[in-house]
């Protein structure tokens, strides 16, 4: 059973950091996608960085680009987003996803929700201006 747990959310103010973990179980690294999306009150569920485990190749969404860092440790199994320079459009609940392996979801864009089918149950960021 896979299970994807968010952790390192929280209140900051505008310029400050934070570092979202993800622990992955019962999913195996090594070939397949991860990413980060995220949902502010409103609005549609974005994906802002995503990592490729089997190489490392990263992505990131404009919004993001040069602020934020997609990394993983494998030996921890774990993937995380290094945020900095927050602002306060970065408020909203961080969600990080596991991708289903095979050619059927390899074939999707990085940021298209229905590639991924393990979800965490959310971390929430809120940056204060």
């Known amino acids: 059973q896979v299970q994807l747990v968010e952790s390192g959310g929280g209140s900051v103010q505008a310029g400050g950091s934070l570092r979202l973990s993800c622990a992955a179980s019962g999913y195996t690294f090594g070939g397949n996608d991860m990413a980060w999306f995220r949902q502010a009150p409103g609005k549609g569920r974005e994906g802002v960085a995503a990592?490729?485990?089997?190489?490392?190749?990263?992505y990131y969404a404009d919004s993001v680009k040069g602020r934020f860092t997609v990394s993983q440790d494998n030996a921890k199994n774990t993937v995380y987003l290094q945020m900095n320079s927050l602002k306060p459009e970065d408020t909203a609940m961080y969600y990080c996803?596991?991708?289903?392996?095979?050619?059927?979801?390899?074939?999707?864009?990085?940021?298209?929700?229905?590639?991924?089918?393990?979800w965490g149950q959310g971390t929430q960021v809120t940056v204060s201006s």
């Open positions: 996803a596991a991708a289903g392996g095979g050619r059927w979801y390899a074939a999707w864009s990085v940021f298209s929700p229905v590639k991924y089918i393990y």
């Open positions: 990592i490729y485990t089997g190489g490392g190749s990263t």
